[in-house]
């Protein structure tokens, strides 16, 4: 097991990279704990498998350095790593029975064949492989051969991480929620470092502990769910984590005071600092979540009320400006003319996307 730590990783896939777009990777500095679980969330093409693949060793970056608890592991290659590396689609031994793909690993290392039947027959059995240790890799289904892969990971006692690339787009719906579990029950047991890649939110919200957004090469955000939630670090994150994601309006700066159009709005940001008054677009975010309908807030438009199963949302308009609001079961919605209020402590002011440093407790 070890701490990752990226250093200044950049890279670029073009020879002579010039401009910003030319970059898949612009700048990470970021530390993997040791025994974390981490899942590393954003968009197809965003430059999550780039990342893993620096990590790993499989790609030199084209700047920046990987250590391994605190030691230089740029120039090494992928198996002097010791990392496992499960990819979106399996790869397995076609020709070898399951037993033995499990135990290649494991006898590649040298270890004794007492210790590798032990080792490979816990590891079927989490993975409920038993049953067709004995068939070829190649007959097996697709779930299966995806099981294997992961297995294949897991077996071995020296990783230093194991890290997993969109591992179960392939696998069946039903049994993708088994493996999620399955997974996190695996960490806790072993207490691997893991990270989990994935564009699904949901996915990263309930496998990680941590969850490290990506956004267009750049990592815009790394925390618990919660932080993600409450406190978006970017509007991209806000947008991004949420169903329906963050609402945001055009904002300005009057006399100290953040506006939507006419309205004076109560946020959470110090507007006497100097990013608040630098240049760029100004934007006040907020959950649908952190607004209610009251009696004495602005006045909205009610256009439509959504029903979501055990909530509803409504879809409003303030100052010209559509959002969204969350309805709690057995909240009542009023009628077309109603009047909100934000909560203030998850009502945040951005400039080009990032979050103004909040107000001083
Ligand atoms: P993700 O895994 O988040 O979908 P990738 O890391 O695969 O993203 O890709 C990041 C960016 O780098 C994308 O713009 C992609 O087109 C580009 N890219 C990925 N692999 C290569 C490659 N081998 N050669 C050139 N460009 C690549
Ligand atoms: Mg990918």
Redesign the pocket.
Known sequence: MAEIALQNIAHS?SPGPRGEEDW?LKKIDLVWRDGGSYALL??????????LNIISGLLQPSAGKVLFDGEDVSALGPSARNIAQVFQFPVVYDTMTVFDNLAFPLRNRGLDEAEVRARAGEVAEMLELEHSLRRRARAVSADDKQKISLGRALVRPDVNVIML?EPLTVIDPHLKWQLRSKLKQLHRRFGFTMIY?T?DQTEALTLADQIVV?HD?RVVQSGTPESLFERPQHTFVGHFIGSPGMNRFPARLQNGAARIGELEIAVDADLSAPDARGEGKLEIGVRPEHIRFCDDGFPVRVHRVRDAGRYQIAEAELQGVKFKIYVPEGGAVPGEDARVRFERAYTHVYRDGWLLRPAAA
């Open positions: 896939y898949a954003g968009p197809s093409g965003c430059g999550k498998s780039t990342l690339d890649v564009h990506l090469g």
